[in-house]
């Protein structure tokens, strides 16, 4: 029996998503212990998007086998009763076994969140990257919407990326300034490695000025990491969805 859970965690605290050998806490390891406390013996997890240290997940998805029969309800809060206060379930369901919470998903969507104002924030500084500098945002509008559709992302893809291929369609892409927030949404069917946060490292050298909107093109056909802006910092993104045919 496969069984799929949503999975909601605040990155800050943890070494990235994925089971690291040093031992150092991940998310994956949180996960796997509490639902093997359920299910009574040991599970491995699969999700739909390995997350970096700092990056959060409003709805994470991950799927494991198991013989043992339990309750949707027992699945959910049994979990969440042995999980620490950075992560939790959302929601659980039984899926057919053909299922796979990596390979069939066909988009993903990540949220970054940037503080726009000229003093830093205390309350906001491990949810937000903080930009204290003027930003021209419709600049940075025009410069996303030239990553539409299906491109070489190379310029964007992270040295320890492990993808097949960096060729990726961005099917949306929104940059919304709500008061002192600008707020980045981008869904694709897939991410190369470090993708999002290039690109939004990118975006920032044109909103300040430092870059015209179409050295955007550029840089996308240039196919060189070097060329493009840095890495943005890891607690502005948010992994926001998967999605399935199924669930």
């Known amino acids: 029996m496969k069984i799929a859970l949503g999975v909601e965690y605040f990155g800050k605290n943890f070494h990235g998503w994925q089971i ?19 299910a009574n013996h040991s599970v491995r997890v699969f999700c739909s998007g390995r997350t970096d240290t700092g990056v959060h997940a409003v709805e994470q998805v991950i799927h494991f086998e198991t013989d043992t029969i339990r309750t949707d309800r027992a699945w959910l809060f049994g979990g969440n009763v042995n999980l620490p206060s950075d992560v939790n379930f ?5 899926v057919s076994d053909d299922f796979h919470a990596r390979f069939r998903a066909f988009a993903r969507s990540y949220q970054y969140k940037i503080y726009h104002h000229p003093v830093r924030s205390s309350l906001k500084a491990d949810y937000y990257l903080w930009e204290p500098r003027a930003l021209n945002v419709d600049d940075m509008r025009s410069a996303a919407a030239l990553l539409l559709g299906e491109h070489d992302f190379s310029c964007f893809r992270g040295s320890l990326c492990q993808a097949k291929s960096p060729i990726k369609t961005i099917d949306h892409i929104q940059i919304d300034s709500i008061e002192d927030e600008l707020i980045l949404n981008i869904k694709a069917n897939a991410f190369l490695h470090h993708m999002v946060r290039n690109i939004v490292g990118t975006l920032l050298k044109i909103g300040r000025g430092e870059k015209r909107v179409e050295w955007m093109s550029q840089v996308l056909e240039g196919k060189d990491r070097k060329k493009a802006g840095p890495t943005a910092e890891p607690q502005g993104l948010y992994f926001m969805k998967a999605f399935y045919e199924e669930i």
């Open 20 to 38: 690291q050998k040093s031992g150092l806490r991940t998310v994956q390891s949180e996960v796997e212990s509490a639902l093997s406390e359920v």
């Open 90 to 94: 959302k929601w659980v369901k039984i």
